[in-house]
Structures are given as structure tokens and as C-alpha cells.
């Protein structure tokens, strides 16, 4: 439902968040139509900044009243339109809840407002022994809430797990404008509330504040880069250190592509003529790493590596991991538009699927750069084209559906850590037999039985 | 009525069908009539949760127990339900891989069942319970209707999580009918490092030392009460102590080794003593021992009284098990110290104990931040829904509301659980 400006719902957000908790002119709306997931705008009706848990909770309750949806958005990095306000509605924005609560290592968790940033975090844990473990792409910039929402991941999930494994509980507003708190202690005594509401992606609750679980700091870390004549190799290379019972903490590969973009962009010293390069890491007890890398080393070779480097100080670590976390930064030095694609299939597919994505670039005459967390069986295709011309627009959509379609034959998922939000509704029917998208619908209808907490995302049916 | 093959089951008759399909049918049947149904696997674990008031169908999921898939690079796993825990280990085994959660009765216990329950053992502080291991999963609701939630990979941010929702839900959600596991590798060895000590200050201060420790442990635990006094591994308890720290140590073998010596100085510096080392094979029997304490019944005679699970804040571990000794000097406890959790095995009045239980033991528990279920009811005791589960949590609503939409008659475990029946 759309409402003026002028109405009376607007007067009594202002009138509980004060003039400069909420916005309603046209200009200042503009700016979040979107998120991170360019390709589709909507405009709010009204963009609302509570500073606390009750006033997050009044705004539902007003919103409620008036029959008005309900938002909730965090930086708005969301890749997949998980903060698109369709239908109009009333975004409200968690940044202003960034307070780090409390630290308490004797009990290994941190209590955190929605609004932190995953980094802020990670900088107030430095030099505690301790950290905050789920550390995706976008931590700069990505609050902790918003990982909570998508069940966000990154390159350390094949050792340490994704976001709902450091998630020791929940403070939330319901649909129905209470406000509940789950955990931080586990309570055998009911359903599991928390490991629903990490990655519903906004549609079952609001979260306000999250209770995180801390993880030591490892001893060391040793961090190699190998660097592979084909992908075939690479990837083959990465299933066997598995297969060994190796669990590096990281194992990211980036192809040809994506690395012509880093050396334009960063002038690293990576090599131009490989086909794939892998980041591999390793942290623990000091006792074990060098068994483990040089069983690596071994299994490298064994796919004719042609070179493992290994960082031999902080700052050589450190280096290897800058090219390939600002790696997708540097696309734009390859095209002016890109979509960065998120699937995943079982670890031993990998090598599979990145041929059948190189196939489908080559047939829709795309083209698309790699970028994997290997070891999960996550890739990252980012196709390339120009957003300005139509017909290529439109072939990188259906390239990017026939790749998705792929990772579901393959017997994977459309979505590893970034979530359904909008743009992969449609693939749900084809990923959930009809049987299980009901059972998901069922869990809505109990929680958001009027469909006003973020409509429009995650379930297809209306 | 049969004769108790299930007790405390009333079962009006028990069936075992042989697949999916045979068990929608057979809860579809039961929706229409309105009879309750109470899965059974293992049976290791059916004291757990209020008595069934009402007789109903036993759904035996026996007939449910193959391995359907097992793609090892993945270090992926699908079973039937069925399947037993120690049938399952074996051929993780075969494969160096393992799923490392602690099981008591592991050759009866079913995947299933460990699904639908959640038990925590010792190991779960470093590797997590069975929640973390379930990527995929297939159940039956209440009305029949089959569903399956998550796949066959290990990070899936499609949808809401299912698996999640179901883990632990006492099979009130939806029979479950078959499980996908993520699975790790098997470590190298393992070993047990043990000591002494004098009271609950020295225990604490080591407890408190070990957040910056050096060593990675896989278990934290306190022994205290009767139990440990005399144990056939790690010896009779030292005269002047009253509680024993047990920590667990696995990796390869340099890693255990070189843990084992640091943690025996970190300990000495504090002032430790009396330590015992047990590895490898003879670590096993004690970590087993540590997994099966909840369910060993007092001088193997069957007759049990009252064992609590209770979750704190680490933290909070000591001054919990100081009060529990004050309300049962004869109590023996296991706290899980480093995740939180205590089991403790009590002996009180029958007719004082739902007052105990209410009066001061939650109560005790809330202002720590904590609470307690109640998994095994002393013999011949009748304690409420209140007195076993607690009272109703503020997200009790949500909860109830996610229960009438999965099973509309409310017949899945009919009034085990924390939702109470309904009229139907």
C-alpha cells in the first residue's frame, strides 16, 4: 500500500523517531530503491532510522495499524534484492543501532547491535586472542545483522562454517511488533527460533540485537598460492587435499580472468598465463601445519602445479589475501556492468561446473571471469557485459539462469551465502519440489501470517 | 492394549513400514482418526519428555535404515532414519571420516533419533551438536504430507532452514524419515588429561585459564558426586579433592603430543596436580563413558532419580554446581563446562520434587541467565509440562503457531513436548 507523504502514518513515525528518524521526501527516498543488486528499483514510501529495540519495535506496531510493510535493511550491501521495498512500504534502516554491547571473553561471545559492522567487530576483538569468525567479502561495509539475515559466508566457511554456526542468539521483533530474545544460552525447551531466523533474510522477524560466539585466534597460519596450467587441475587438486582429510581454514580460486583484472588494477605480481590460481590457507597449532602443507604441496604437484609459493611473512599473507578480496572490485577494469553470480554444488562437481560455465558463456557469447570458494563447492561467476546495450543485457541473464539451472542438476543449490531476496524467486520452484516450498510457506504463514515483513522476497508464492 | 514393549509408551499397536511412502500413509491414516503417534527408533531415549497421556500408534522406523548415498570426497553422508549411530560410524569409518557427535548407546541409537533429540556429550564444545551436521532432511508431517528441507550441500542460503527448524523438535514437527549429514575427518588420536582438585575456587581459576589457553580442546568437563569417585580409568579421586577437570585432546599426533605437554605446564604453573593421561584407545572408553552418563541408571538396577540438563553461561558452570551439591550433597554431575552444559543425576523426595525443581532449582537458574529441562523423570513421578520443560518461554506463541501448521491435530508426540494438546 502506498501512502503520501503527508498522512498520518508519517506524522506518528516522526512523532516516536523525532523529524530526523524519518525521511518521506521523494529526493531522499531515491537513494534506497536498491541495493546491492542494481538491476531492479523500487521506491519506499517512507525510510525510518530507530536508535532501539522498542522503537523498532513501535515502528511495526504503527505499521501495522496502518497496514504498511516493514523493510528492514542494514549497509544495503545485499546482492540479491533482499532490501528491494516492492509494493512501496516502509524501509527501516538498523545502522543507527551500532553500539558493540559487550565483550566477554570468559564466556566466548560478544553482544552486538544489529547496525555494527562485521569489521568494526573484528576490529574491537584485535589483540583479545579471540575473533569473530564468519568474515564474507563484504565486511567493510556489511553490518552484522545483515549477515544474520543472508546466513553470510565467505572464505573461512569450509573450516569454520557460515554465519547461524556463531550465532549464540537472538533479540528480535516480530511480525506482530513483540519483542522476543533467544539464547544466548540454548534451550532445549522449544523449537530452534534462531537457526530459522538466521537467513530468512528479513521475512520472519526483525533482528535487533545478535549474541555472537567467539572463536580463538589460531596459533599460525602458513598461506600458499598455487598456480595451475588448467582449471580442470585446480579443481581437482582442491577435492583430493579433502579426500586426504586436510581441511584447510581456506581454499579461494580465481581463474585467468579475474586475475587479468588484479594485475590491471593492483600490480601484484600474479602471473597472466594461468589458467587458475588457488589461495590456500591453513591455521591451527603449530605442531600440525607443516605436515599438512606439505601434504598440500604434494597433492598440488600431484596436478602438476607449477609452482606453490608460500607466504613467508605477515605482509606476503597479507598480499595474497588482498588480490583476492578486492578481486571483484578490479571487474571494472574488465566491463562497465557486471552480475556477480553466487551457486554452489557438491565439492567434487566443482570441476564440473566450472566447464559447464565457461560452455554457457561461450554459447551465449558472454563473458564470465571465476572467482570460488573451492572448497565448499561455491563459485562465483561474474558475467560481464554492458549494461547500456539491451541484447547483451539480456543474454547475461539467461546465461546466468542456465548456469543456476546447472548447479541445481549437478545437484547443488542457487544460492550458497547471498541469499534468494528477489532475483532468484523464480529458481526456488525449480530447486524445492512443491511439497517443500508449502513446508517454508507454512513457516511464513505462522510468522508473518500477513505477509507485511519484507514482502515479496525469498518464498514465491504471494 | 500391548504389554509395554515401548514403556512409557502406551501403544495401542506398533507399526514398521518399510519406506517414505509407507510411513505418509500410515500418519495420513492416523490424521484422519485423530490418533496420536509416538515415533520409536532406538527406544534409547523414550524417557525423555512427558509420559504420553493418551494411547496411540508406536511408528517404528526399524524398516527405514540404508545408507542412500555416500559421495566421501564430498564428506557428505544420506541415511534413512533408521540407521543406527554405531551402523553409520563404521562406514564413516571405512572412509577415514567421522560424525563427531557424542551418542549414548550408539548401536541402538538412530540417526533419526539424535535428529529429533539433539543430546550433548562431551565433544560438542569444540565440533558442535548434531544441528551442525544436518545439511539436508525428509520428514512427514502431521498430516502426512511429506517434506524436505536443505540438500546435498554444505552452504545453502536458499530458503528457510528446515533442517534447523526440525533438529531437535522431538519429532513433533514431522517423523523424520532421512537425514543428509556433513561429515568430518577422523583424527589422527585423541587423548584425556585429568586432575585433581580441592574445591570449587581451584576449580574455577583453571576453568577461567583455559580461555587463553594454547591448546584447541575438544572437551571441557567436570566431574563431581559419587559417580566419579572411583573410576576404573582414571583412578579413585585424591583425598583431599572433591572434583576432578577431565579435558579432551584430538588431532595428529604431533598436535595431540605437543598439547599434552602444554597443557600439563599451563596446569602446573596454576598449581595442578594429580594428573592422569589416557590416549588413543584407552582415551575412547572415557569419552564414551562421558557421552552415556545421563543415561546410566545408579547401580545398573533400572531404577533411576532425576536427571536435569542445564544450560548456563560458561561461567557460571562452577557456582551451578556448587548449589546443586548444596541441594543434593549425593549428586553426581557432569558439566559440559567449557559449552555450558550440566548434566546432573539428583536423588529427592519424589513428592518434594517438582517443588525443588520450581522453587529453587530454575529460579536459581533464571537469575544466571540460564534453565533446565528435565530428561528422565525419577520413578513413579508424575511432574507437569511446567516441571519438566519450564514454563512457557516468551516466543512460546511463535512456536505453537509453527506447530499447528505442520501437525493441525497436534497427534506427533501428543503432549511430550512444550506445546500442549489441544481438543481435537
Known sequence: MTIAAGSPLVAELRHCLGREGVLSSPSDLVVYECDGYTIEKARPDVVVFPRSTQEVAEVVRLCNRHKVSVVPRGAGTSLAGGCLPIGGGAVVMLTRMKR????????????????????????????????????????????????VATNAGGPHTLKYGVTVNHVLGLEAVLGDGSIVQLGPVPDPAGLDLIGVLVGSEGTLAIVTKVWVRLTPDPQDYRTMRAIFATVDDAT???????????????????????????????????????????????????????EQQQRIGQICRKWHAREVLQAATAKERELLWKCRKMAVGAVGRLSPSYCIQDGVVPRTRLPHILRRIAEIGRRHGVRIVNVAHAGDGNVHPILLFDERDKEQVARAVTAGNELLEECIRAGGSVTAEHGIGVEKIALMDRLFAAADLAAMVRVRRAMNPHNRLNPGKVLPTG | MMDDPYPPLPLTDVLEPADQTAVAELVERAHRDGTPVYPISGG?????????????????????????????????????????????????????????????????????????????????????????????LSAVDGSGAGFSGGGRVVKNAAGYDLCRLVTGSLGTLGVI?????????????????????????????????????????????????????????????????????????EGTLAEVEWMLARLQEEWRQAGAAAMVRLRGLRADPLFQRLAEFPFDAEGGNGASGLVAQIHVLPGSVVGVVRSLLEIDPAASILAHAGGGVIHARLHLNPEKTPAVIDGRLRPNLASAGGSMVVLRQPEGALLSRQTVWGPPRPSHAAMQAIKDQFDPKGILNRGRFVFTPKDR
Open chain 1, 100 to 147: 558493540i554491547l559487550q565483550i566477554d571473553l570468559r564466556n566466548r561471545l560478544a553482544l552486538v547491535e544489529a547496525g555494527v559492522l562485521n569489521l568494526q567487530l573484528t576490529r574491537a576483538l584485535a589483540g583479545t586472542g579471540y575473533h569473530f569468525a564468519p568474515d564474507p567479502s563484504s565486511q567493510g561495509a556489511s553490518t552484522i545483522g545483515g549477515n
Open chain 2, 177 to 249: 524419515t532421512q537425514v543428509t549429514l556433513m561429515v568430518k575427518p577422523l583424527p589422527e588420536t585423541s587423548a584425556l588429561l585429568a586432575c585433581d582438585l580441592s574445591d570449587f575456587d581451584a576449580a574455577e581459576k583453571l576453568l577461567a585459564a583455559l580461555v587463553h589457553t594454547q591448546v584447541l580442546p575438544s572437551a571441557i568437563e567436570l566431574l563431581a558426586g559419587p559417580a566419579w569417585k572411583e573410576d576404573s580409568l582414571l583412578g579413585p579421586l585424591a583425598e583431599s579433592a572433591s572434583l576432578r577437570l577431565v579435558v579432551g585432546l
Open chain 2, 44 to 136: 534409547t531415549n523414550l524417557h525423555y519428555g512427558l509420559p504420553p497421556a493418551e494411547p496411540g500408534l508406536g511408528l517404528s522406523l526399524a524398516g527405514l535404515d540404508r545408507v542412500v548415498d555416500y559421495p566421501a570426497r564430498d564428506l557428505t553422508i544420506t541415511v534413512e532414519a533408521g540407521l543406527t549411530i554405531a551402523a553409520l560410524a563404521k562406514r564413516l569409518a571405512g572412509e577415514g571420516q567421522r560424525l563427531p557427535v557424542d551418542v549414548a548407546h550408539p548401536e541402538r541409537a538412530t540417526v533419526g533419533g539424535i535428529v529429533a533429540t539433539c543430546p550433548v556429550g562431551p565433544r560438542h564444545y569444540r565440533w558442535g551438536t548434531i544441528r551442525d551436521y544436518v545439511i539436508g
Open chain 1, 236 to 290: 581437482n587438486a582442491v577435492s583430493d587435499i579433502i579426500g586426504a582429510g586436510v581441511i584447510p581454514a581456506a581454499m579461494e580460486l580465481m581463474d585467468r580472468g579475474i586475475v587479468a583484472a588484479v594485475e590491471a588494477a593492483y600490480h601484484f605480481g600474479f602471473p597472466l598465463d594461468a589458467e587458475a590460481i588457488v589461495v590456500i590457507e591453513l591455521d591451527g597449532l603449530r605442531a600440525g601445519l607443516d
